[in-house]
């Protein structure tokens, strides 16, 4: 069973019929809609795939799977080249929500400033000079001195989509605790990562080629990829995020294993959604 842990919470929305719908009709017009914004191909930087496709992929996702909202607050770190906030624009609600995407990749959040705010002054996109061996190797920022640049609890929904595969362990945690310092009782953290489960799921027919050069690093919880950039793909030891998401004071709501594996999902990357608790009444 891929799912392996569902919501904990009982009364979490789930999408009615209608609403399944209407959401499955709002990514296809996504796909389709030739006027939203898509950055000239050499310019992403962020991956394979088609741009709009994965951007309402994730979309639905981030409906169906953690309850986001249209009046929702939502902190998009590592937003890229705005893969993630395009299709955001045709969802979240223009006079109830707001959007911030931080990158440290500067070319990205130049593009996103000229291309999106001005039609849609609610989204907002900053540079976070952070150090990154694969992104920003000068970077001014050191990945366990990041602090994010907004003040506590001002967010529902936080998304670090392909974030977590390109840090060290140590980042993760630092990553982990600011999310949740920054997200509002009740908010999520919707996060992908590669993890890897056991060393022998790398020679399993299924898994992805790219995949199976992971090595374990002796004496700690990642996986590189032999020969690569060490920030190029990482993995983690199955339950070394779940833990990083514990000690920052989350709640593991949903943890699901994607098709880089070789099982059968409708994703690619693993992922896990944790929720900060709310206030005791």
């Known amino acids: 069973m891929n799912q392996i842990l569902a919501f904990s919470n009982p009364n979490e929305p789930v999408l009615d019929a209608k609403?399944?719908?209407?959401?499955?009709?709002?990514?296809?017009?996504?796909?389709?809609?030739?006027?939203?914004p898509v950055p000239p191909e050499e310019a992403v930087f962020v991956g394979d795939g088609d741009y709009r496709a994965i951007g309402a992929e994730f979309l639905a996702h981030f409906v169906r799977r953690a309850g986001l909202m249209p009046e929702y607050d939502v902190l998009d770190i590592g937003c890229g080249i705005g893969?993630?906030?395009?299709?955001?624009?045709?969802?979240?609600?223009?006079?109830?929500?707001?959007?911030?995407?931080i990158d440290p990749v500067a070319n990205g959040i130049e593009w996103c400033k000229?291309?999106?705010?001005?039609?849609?002054p609610n989204f907002g996109f900053q540079v976070q000079d952070v150090k990154n061996a694969l992104y920003?190797?000068?970077?001014?920022?050191?990945?366990?001195?990041?602090?994010?640049?907004?003040?506590?609890?001002?967010?529902d929904f936080a998304a670090m989509i392909s974030v977590a595969t390109h840090l060290p362990p140590e980042e993760i945690e630092t990553y982990c605790?600011?999310?949740?310092?920054?997200?509002?009782?009740?908010g999520k953290l919707f996060l992908t990562a590669f993890i890897i489960?056991?060393?022998?799921?790398?020679?399993?027919?299924?898994?992805?080629?790219?995949?199976?050069?992971?090595?374990?690093?002796?004496?700690?919880?990642?996986?590189?990829?032999?020969?690569e950039n060490p920030m190029a793909a990482v993995g983690f030891d199955d339950g070394f995020i779940d833990g990083a998401m514990a000690n920052a004071g989350f709640t593991l709501a949903a943890k699901s294993f994607?098709?880089?594996h070789g099982d059968p999902a409708d994703h690619y990357q693993d992922f896990l959604i944790a929720e900060k608790p709310r206030r005791n009444a």
């Open 114 to 120: 000229r291309t999106i705010s001005p039609a849609y």
């Open 258 to 260: 994607g098709t880089w």
């Open 197 to 227: 489960r056991d060393a022998d799921e790398l020679t399993n027919p299924g898994c992805d080629p790219r995949l199976t050069g992971f090595e374990r690093l002796e004496n700690q919880p990642c996986w590189h990829l032999k020969g």
């Open 83 to 101: 893969r993630m906030a395009v299709p955001l624009t045709q969802y979240l609600d223009r006079a109830d929500a707001i959007y911030e995407g």
């Open 136 to 155: 920003n190797p000068e970077g001014s920022i050191g990945g366990r001195g990041m602090r994010l640049p907004y003040q506590d609890g001002v967010f």
């Open 177 to 186: 605790a600011e999310v949740f310092r920054v997200l509002r009782p009740g």
């Open 19 to 36: 609403s399944e719908q209407h959401l499955d009709w709002l990514c296809q017009q996504i796909i389709a809609n030739r006027f939203l």
